[in-house]
């Protein structure tokens, strides 16, 4: 069975500009949360979605967005892109969005110049 | 409010020699706490997870962890060290009551020497 999926693997960008991130999660699993891990820190938590609607949410500015679609796929958005907003952004599903098991993709390596 | 602190951010041991990381919380409620593994460029693996069961929780690749309710303590340990084990362990807190948070420790990185 296929895990998480996260597209793309790596993306440059610059300063400003918007970028979208995308997940699928493992099949069955309706929960997606999502992550920012910072070179040398540990991930932290961004958003969290359970049947299309957001169930948890981290301390990130307004410029990050996230949604979740029919078929439990989601995207992250970020506007206005910031140097700091250089990371990998982690993907994880979960069957439910009670405190299950989350099961980890990749990764986006995300570099903002 | 919630945290998560690893007292170590390194921790270096022999191969066959025990492990011992460590992981002290702050929670307002009950959390349930979790160990993750994360090898070098390859995704967060769930070593084990504490769910107000038993307080001693055994994950995979022998290693376990104990809640400590007076100690606010949740320690990740294993018998003997493999050379496999060297990775990074991230200790995490989940409080979830309808809306969710999730919070990550900085991380240990565990050394094993030869």
């Known amino acids: 069975d296929a895990g998480v999926t996260q597209s793309p693997t790596h993306l440059i960008k610059t300063r400003g500009q918007h970028v979208t991130l995308r997940c699928s999660p493992i099949?069955?699993?309706?929960?997606v949360s999502w992550y920012q891990q910072v070179l040398g820190q540990g991930p932290q938590f961004i958003f969290q979605?359970?049947?299309?609607?957001?169930?948890g949410r981290g301390n990130f500015p307004d410029r990050f967005s996230a949604r979740q679609f029919p078929n439990y796929s989601s995207e992250l958005n970020v506007n206005a892109l910031l140097l700091g907003d250089s990371a990998l952004y982690l993907c994880a599903s979960s069957l439910s969005a009670g405190v299950e098991t989350q099961y980890f993709g990749p990764g986006t390596r995300l570099l903002v110049l | 409010a919630q945290s998560v602190t690893q007292l170590d951010s390194h921790v270096s041991v022999s191969e066959g020699t025990p492990v011992l990381l460590r992981c002290n919380y702050s929670s307002s409620y009950s959390p349930s706490l979790f160990w993750y593994v994360q090898h070098p460029n390859k995704g967060l693996q769930l070593l084990l997870k504490?769910?107000?069961?038993?307080?001693l929780v055994k994950g995979i690749n022998g290693f376990e962890a104990e809640f400590k309710k007076s100690e606010t303590s949740f320690h990740l340990t294993k018998p003997s060290a493999h050379m496999s084990d060297a990775a990074e362990y991230f200790c995490v807190v989940i409080l979830s009551g309808g809306y969710q948070k999730v919070t990550f420790g900085i991380g240990t990185k565990l050394q094993v020497i030869p």
């Open positions: 979605y359970y049947e299309k609607e957001e169930r």
């Open positions: 504490y769910t107000s069961a038993a307080t």
């Open positions: 099949s069955g699993h309706k929960s």
